[in-house]
């Protein structure tokens, strides 16, 4: 499960695997709404927020 909180609305969320294939994408996310990765195998990830300032990415590291 991943959390997102922002002061700033998010348009949308997206989760990319190294090579910049697309694995999840969420439209109108909501501040503090779970996004469940558990469909995701291990490994590492770019997750990418797109708000009115622009796009935004952190790494995002799937363990279990």
Same mark, same amino acid.
């Given at each position: 499960?991943?959390?997102?909180? $922002? ?10 695997? !190294? &090579? /910049? @294939? ?8 909501? $501040?503090? &709404?779970?996004?469940?990765?558990? $469909? !995701? ?5 770019? !997750?990418? &927020?797109?708000?009115? &300032? /622009?796009?935004?990415? @952190?790494? !995002?590291?799937?363990?279990?």
């Amino acid at each position: 499960i991943v959390t997102l909180y $922002s002061k700033a609305e998010i348009n949308a969320v997206s989760i990319l695997d !190294l &090579t /910049g @294939k697309q694995m999840m994408k969420i439209r109108n996310y909501t $501040s503090g &709404t779970s996004i469940d990765v558990s $469909s !995701l195998p291990q490994g590492c990830y770019i !997750l990418r &927020t797109e708000n009115n &300032t /622009g796009l935004h990415q @952190k790494l !995002l590291n799937i363990t279990r």
